[in-house]
C-alpha cells in the first residue's frame, strides 16, 4: 500500500474533487476524493446532488462523451428515478411545497471521469434539524436503488462482502446547525500495509455487463493511479 499522506498528496493533485477527505483512525486511515454530496444542511436550506450516469474521459473526445452520457435513455432512466428518490428524501424533512430540482442533468467533468448531476434543494421544517436531514437521506439512493429499503435487502442478498464504509458517508456538523456531508466514495482504506479500493455502479433491468465492468475501473483509476497501480 502507499503511505497514506504521499497517497493523499497525489490523489489530491490526480484527482482534485469536492470532498477531499484523510481520517487517521488506530490500524487504519481512510483516504478520499469523493465527488458526491449526500446532504447539505445551511440555515433552514437541504440541498441533496445526486450522481448518476458514467462515462470515462478521453482526450479530445469529452464533448462527444458528454452528449453520449445526456442521450443515452438507460443513463437517463436510472438518473431521473434516482432524482425522484432525492426529492422523496429531503421531502420528509422539508416544508411541503419546498422541494424543488435546480439543476437537471448537468455533465460534471473530473479527471478521469464525467457524471450526470442534478441538484435538489427544500426548506427544512420547524422542529427538523442536520441530523434529521441526515437520517432522511441516508444511505444515499445512487448507492442502493430504488425502493431503497427493498433494494438494501437485495444488497445485503447478493453482495458477498459488507460494505464497510464504502457507500456511507463522511463530513461534518457545525456548532450553529449546519451541516455538510458526502457519499464515502471513490476512497482506499489503507491497513497493515494494504490498500482496499471498492467501487460499484448501477445495476437495471437493461444494463450490459461490460458496460458497468469498465464503468467500476474507471471509477477505480484516479485511486489506483494515485497508488501507483495504473497508468
Not at 11 to 31: A, E, K
Not at 91 to 107: H, L
Request: aromatic share 8%; proline share 5%; net charge neutral.
Amino acid at each position: 500500500a502507499p503511505h497514506p499522506e504521499e497517497f493523499y498528496s497525489r490523489l489530491r493533485s490526480i484527482n482534485p474533487s469536492p470532498y477531499m477527505f484523510f481520517l487517521d483512525f488506530p490500524g487504519r486511515v481512510i483516504v478520499g476524493s469523493s465527488p458526491e454530496l449526500l446532504v447539505r444542511v445551511s440555515g433552514k436550506e437541504v440541498l441533496t446532488r445526486p450522481i448518476a450516469g458514467t462515462r470515462r474521459r478521453r482526450p479530445g473526445e469529452d464533448e462527444r462523451l458528454g452528449r453520449e452520457l445526456l442521450e443515452d435513455e438507460k443513463e437517463r432512466a436510472e438518473h431521473v428515478m434516482l432524482v425522484d428518490l432525492g426529492r422523496n428524501d429531503i421531502g420528509r424533512v422539508c416544508q411541503f411545497g419546498s422541494v424543488r430540482v435546480e439543476e437537471f442533468m448537468k455533465v460534471e467533468r473530473y479527471s478521469h471521469v464525467q457524471h450526470l448531476v442534478s441538484t435538489v434543494v427544500g426548506r427544512l421544517r420547524r422542529g427538523e434539524d442536520a441530523f434529521d436531514a441526515l437520517r432522511a437521506t441516508f444511505p444515499a439512493g445512487t448507492v442502493t436503488g430504488a425502493p431503497k429499503v427493498r433494494a438494501m435487502e437485495i444488497i445485503e442478498e447478493l453482495e458477498p462482502v459488507r460494505r464497510g464504509i464504502y457507500a456511507g458517508s463522511v463530513g461534518s456538523f457545525s456548532y450553529t446547525g449546519d451541516a455538510d456531508l458526502a457519499i464515502t466514495i471513490r476512497a482506499m482504506v489503507i491497513q497493515n500495509g494494504r490498500g482496499y479500493v471498492q467501487v460499484g455502479a448501477g445495476i437495471v433491468a437493461d444494463s450490459v455487463p461490460w458496460k458497468e465492468y469498465y464503468e467500476t475501473e474507471n471509477k477505480a483509476r484516479a485511486l489506483l493511479s494515485a497508488a501507483g497501480l495504473a497508468a
